[in-house]
């Protein structure tokens, strides 16, 4: 399989290559959110609202449905009820709006980024589509409540509009700027407003609209990028643009209406998307990073609400759970500070790269809440607490979706009773924690095959990796997002990590994943390869413990470097984890190593273990245990202090090798656990023993030579501890029994404590100080 091919906007290049500000890189759309929002005001009067003496034209027969596009009149009454109320999410969008009102609108060839309180394209359209739809919501929800400063809104709205869609001459925009990278900001920002300020549009304007949302479409269809693959932020673009202008041009001058839902709904929803979003990304996330994943995964979500309201045709119910099932995700892969979204994928260089936009989080509940997901309740206790911490002004995206999507007086719950361990089984990923408390140990673990778009390269190449964060601390860190975290040498850093994952040497050695290098053969690291089989095999989450495993990871990686790899997790709550690695080189004279990177400068003390950070700024301790012998080394990656990779290799190469590596994300050094390997008196296995001053933990395995334990097996262990033992057959029967230190386990047997393995293979229990054994629920 080919290789990814990584794009590159010139915006981007332009900013790394001439050491642009931040600041003005940040006001750049990589796909996300941006820019410098304007903050929540008072009430203050809207332009000269007072004094216009413009008039809409008179309303049409064909208005008379309308809005088709979210706003049902249910929907416009409660929106005008908060308005009323001066709701915190009406006071954010109408600020918006008055700061809008009396704005200069530059075209696509002026200035993209005038001063404040005046309109310009911004980066390819991002600049116009927060104005006119927050334009054109504030004049549907004053419309009949405040008619002088909805008509002032409106006349704004359509001045973005006029500008938008300019069809010839210098101020036309360049559709195919970036492959169709526009169509985002102007396909679906007209779409939307067609349908929202039709009543005011005169039929030439209609048309001028209808007819610019439908070159960006036929444009996107024969050159964009991306557009014969459902899955990336060009084509959620494409889809919310398709969609929203077929149900918005219905009952209108349009007289292809009917075709355009036709071939939306069959071709691309039925044949394309809803298929491949069922395989890949039942459970939520965005596979190419939360950078881009905010407006993408609402481009995705919209037309299901849009189809609702315009057609009654409910596509959730008809199998696209997405726009319901992303507020599961979000609610467990978000760290534990309730700020940060677990940070894969491609991110751009800024202070917060993976920063978890309340708008998000709002929209997420607004979508849950209107099928009455279970978990709504819940989420909108947890969405508010996402706004608290992000805390600063508004977000690009915040008040247009927080009124359309968030009340702030919708249904609410605790959530601390919520599950602890969640898996995404699309993306297969897993998302655990020790507790819902803001500085609990949290960690993500992924193992599935490639779902981004593979021309794209967004997704990044890091399937089998683990991230470890202690409330907002990462211990095990993703290093591509930390590299570019922080304004100082970000955007210089991120050109290395650009070079270093796709450059023409580039080993993509910047994962916590197991690499193998052959003499003289190809480089390490792995490739976009969506037929991968790769997949999450076990995943069991009790109380105390979670176990996972991520199955045929060989396959993730370029041809002729790994022939085979599985990697099991025992997190033993609520900070130690036990990672269980088994690998074959496709060269047994192959250079091997696991990589595991550090966000704290790293200190190699005794019997190899590696403290992360100082005593008064601690992350946490890594412990290798297998191979024997083991070497560890430490690099400063880039030599710019903010990561360092621990590169563990084997005494001497073979081709298999079994590895188990411990981390502990303890607050501090004195509560570090000792580890060390179980003693076997019978059968067949390996395993591990955890002690600490008021706990232990005991976790075994089957043997290197085999994937499961067979028979008979005992161990000894000088501790009382919680035991779990993996890959034990399914739903075997055994009967256990402790005496002294030792533990037997013995295949249907008939003295001791009798105890059924899991569906996954697993048996767990405790032993007390007196031989009596508890089983864990």
């Given at each position: ?16 290559t ?32 007072s004094a ?14 309308r ?26 969008l ?5 700061d ?16 404040k309180?005046n ?14 739809l ?21 006349r ?25 990278y ?6 679906a ?74 071939d ?6 039925q ?8 395989a ?17 995964s ?13 057609k ?50 709002y ?12 978990i ?30 968030w009340?702030?007086?919708g ?25 819902w ?11 599935g095959?490639y779902v ?20 907002d ?50 480089r390490?690291?792995q ?12 995943f ?38 036990v ?18 990177h ?5 200190h190699v ?38 990561v ?10 073979a ?11 303890s607050?501090?050094?004195q ?45 000894t ?11 034990v ?6 009967a ?28 767990a ?13």
């Amino acid at each position: 399989m080919a290789e990814p091919r990584r794009r590159l906007t010139v915006a981007w290049l332009t900013c790394l290559t001439w050491a642009a500000s931040l600041a003005a890189c940040a006001a750049q759309d990589w796909g996300s959110p941006a820019g410098t929002p304007a903050s929540p005001a008072p009430a203050t009067p809207a332009g000269n609202a007072s004094a216009s003496t413009w008039v809409p034209p008179p309303s049409d027969t064909a208005a008379k449905d309308r809005p088709r596009l979210f706003l049902t009149a249910e929907v416009l009454t409660a929106l005008r009820e908060r308005a009323r109320g001066n709701a915190p999410s009406w006071v954010a969008l109408r600020a918006r709006c008055d700061d809008y009102a009396d704005a200069q609108v530059a075209y696509p060839d002026g200035a993209d980024y005038p001063s404040k309180g005046n309109i310009g394209e911004g980066y390819q359209g991002q600049g116009y589509f927060g104005p006119l739809l927050e334009l054109s919501l504030c004049h549907q929800v004053l419309r009949t409540v405040d008619a002088n400063r909805a008509t002032v809104y409106a006349r704004k709205a359509l001045e973005v509009l006029d500008k938008m869609s300019e069809k010839d001459g210098p101020h036309a925009v360049p559709m195919e700027r970036d492959s169709v990278y526009g169509i985002r900001f102007f396909g679906a920002g007209m779409a939307i407003a067609y349908d929202w300020l039709h009543a005011v549009m005169s039929p030439e304007q209609r048309r001028r609209i209808d007819d610019a949302v439908q070159r960006w479409i036929e444009v996107y269809e024969k050159r964009g990028f991306g557009r014969d693959h459902p899955q990336g932020n060009y084509f959620a673009g494409y889809y919310a643009t398709k969609a929203l202008s077929a149900l918005g041009s219905e009952s209108s001058e349009s007289t292809d209406a009917n075709e355009r839902w036709r071939d939306f709904f069959e071709r691309v929803h039925q044949k394309s998307v809803a298929p491949f979003y069922a395989a890949h990304l039942a459970g939520g996330g965005w596979p190419e990073g939360w950078g881009y994943g905010t407006l993408a995964s609402l481009n995705m979500s919209l037309p299901a609400w849009a189809a609702r309201t315009a057609k009654d045709v409910d596509l959730v119910r008809a199998g696209f759970t997405y726009p319901v099932d992303q507020a599961k995700y979000l609610f467990h892969f978000s760290w534990p500070n309730r700020r940060t979204l677990d940070d894969r994928g491609t991110i751009h260089a800024s202070d917060t790269p993976s920063a978890f936009d309340p708008a998000l989080a709002y929209g997420a509940w607004g979508f849950a809440s209107m099928w009455k997901d279970p978990i709504a309740p819940a989420f909108h206790r947890f969405a508010r607490e996402v706004k608290e911490a992000a805390g600063g002004p508004p977000t690009f995206l915040e008040p247009l979706v927080g009124m359309l999507l968030w009340d702030e007086q919708g249904a609410d719950a605790p959530f601390d009773d919520q599950p602890r361990a969640y898996l995404a089984k699309g993306m297969q990923t897993v998302a655990m924690r020790s507790s819902w408390r803001k500085d609990a140990v949290w960690a993500s673990f992924s193992a599935g095959p490639y779902v981004n778009n593979p021309d794209s390269g967004e997704m990044l190449f890091d399937q089998g990796s683990l991230s470890v964060v202690r409330g907002d601390r990462p211990l095990l860190a993703y290093a591509p997002t930390r590299l570019v975290k922080g304004s100082k040498d970000g955007a210089r850093v991120e050109n290395q990590v650009y070079a270093a994952l796709f450059g023409d040497k580039a080993e993509r050695a910047l994962f916590n994943v197991f690499y193998a290098k052959p003499p003289d053969g190809p480089r390490p690291g792995q490739i976009a390869n969506v037929s991968a089989k790769t997949s999450v095999g076990v995943f069991e989450d009790r109380e105390p413990f979670v176990v996972v495993r991520g199955d045929r990871l060989e396959e993730t990686y370029r041809p002729g470097t790994v022939a085979a790899w599985t990697r099991q997790i025992a997190f033993f709550r609520p900070s130690l984890f036990v990672l269980d690695d088994r690998t074959e080189a496709a060269n047994g004279r192959a250079d091997q190593w696991l990589a595991f990177h550090l966000s704290q400068r790293p200190h190699v003390t005794h019997h190899a273990r590696v403290d992360a950070g100082d005593a008064d700024d601690y992350g946490g301790a890594l412990i290798p245990l297998l191979p024997r012998g083991a070497k560890t080394t430490t690099v400063d990656i880039f030599g710019v202090h903010k990561v360092w990779r621990a590169e563990i290799r084997p005494p001497a190469k073979a081709r298999t090798q079994r590895w188990c590596t411990v981390f502990d994300a303890s607050a501090s050094p004195q509560d570090v656990a000792a580890p060390s390997l179980v003693a076997f008196t019978e059968g067949k296995a390996r395993g591990a023993l955890l002690r600490r001053k008021d706990a232990a933990y005991v976790y075994v395995a089957a043997p290197d030579e085999a994937n499961r334990i067979e028979g008979a097996f005992a161990y000894t262990v000088p501790t009382a501890a919680l035991h779990v033992i993996a890959d034990v057959p399914p739903n075997a029967s055994y009967a256990l029994l402790a005496q002294g230190r030792t533990v037997r386990a013995v295949p249907d047997g008939e003295n001791g404590t009798k105890m059924q393995a899991s569906a996954q293979g697993i048996l767990a229990f405790r032993v007390s100080e007196d031989g009596k054994i508890e089983p864990v629920p």
